[in-house]
């Protein structure tokens, strides 16, 4: 059921793949819930985007590819502290 990279690079592929998922998902809203229309462009739009995309692209796939290792103790609770402080960092830039 859940794929286990092999090295760090599958693990960083893998993370940024989620966050993709997360930031397309955040930018729907944004532009389509919290923003639409005319207020998106109105009210700095693109600069909250690319604020997302910082924190969701460069976060938490970065501290994947520097904690990662494979047979690791411990890597379990690594990879689920790295998703809190990217989720916190997300809800802070939100």
Not at 52 to 70: C, E
């Amino acid at each position: 059921m859940f794929i286990i990279p092999e090295n760090r690079f599958q693990a960083f592929a893998i993370h940024i793949f989620i966050s993709a998922l997360i930031f397309i998902v955040l930018a729907i809203m944004i532009t389509y819930l919290w923003y639409p229309r005319f207020l998106f462009k109105t009210d700095g739009g693109w600069n909250g985007i690319r604020l997302i995309a910082g924190i969701d692209f460069i976060i938490g796939p970065t501290l994947t590819l520097i904690v990662y290792k494979v047979g690791k103790k411990g890597l379990k609770l690594d990879l689920v502290l790295i998703g809190l402080i990217q989720s916190f960092c997300l809800g802070f830039g939100l």
